[in-house]
C-alpha cells in the first residue's frame, strides 16, 4: 500500500523555521522525482520544490528561493523541507508528492502520488 505521511507543521511565529518530513512506504522513492507543494486557503495548489531522483538536482519556487531548501534520503525513503525566515504568506497545508521518471516537473497533474498534508501557519 502506498502512503507518503507528511509530519513537522505547526503554529509558528514569522521568521521562524520548520522542517517538514515525508516517509514514504509501498515503493522506493530513488528512482521517483519528489516534490513539495502547498495550497492556502482559496487558492490553487503550487509547486514550492522539487528534487530529482538523485539529489543532484532541484527546483524551487522564487517565493522561496534562499529561504526553504529541500532534500531527500534515498536510504530512508524519507523526503524532507527546510524552511526558514517563515512568512504569514507562507501559510498553507504543505503536501507530499512523487513522480514517475527523473526529470522535474512542476505540474501537479505529473505526480502520481501524494500524501494527506501538514498544515503550517504562520503568525504576524
Known amino acids: 500500500q502506498v502512503q507518503l505521511v507528511e509530519s513537522g507543521g505547526g503554529l509558528v511565529q514569522a521568521g521562524d523555521s520548520l522542517r517538514l518530513s515525508c516517509v514514504v512506504s509501498?515503493?522506493?522513492?530513488?528512482?521517483?522525482?519528489m516534490g513539495w507543494f502547498r495550497q492556502a486557503p482559496g487558492k490553487e495548489r503550487e509547486i514550492v520544490a522539487a528534487?530529482?531522483?538523485?539529489?543532484?538536482?532541484?527546483h524551487y519556487a522564487d517565493s522561496v528561493k534562499a529561504r526553504y531548501t529541500i532534500s531527500r534520503d534515498n536510504a530512508k525513503n524519507t523526503l524532507h523541507l527546510q524552511m526558514n525566515s517563515l512568512k504569514p504568506e507562507d501559510t498553507a497545508v504543505y503536501y507530499c508528492?512523487?513522480?514517475?521518471?527523473?526529470?522535474?516537473?512542476?505540474?501537479?497533474?505529473?505526480?502520481?502520488?501524494w500524501g494527506q498534508g501538514t498544515q503550517v501557519t504562520v503568525s504576524s
Open positions: 508528492a512523487a513522480k514517475r521518471g527523473f526529470v522535474i516537473t512542476t505540474l501537479l497533474s505529473d505526480y502520481n502520488y
Open positions: 509501498g515503493f522506493t522513492i530513488k528512482i521517483y522525482t
Open positions: 528534487i530529482r531522483y538523485d539529489g543532484a538536482a532541484t
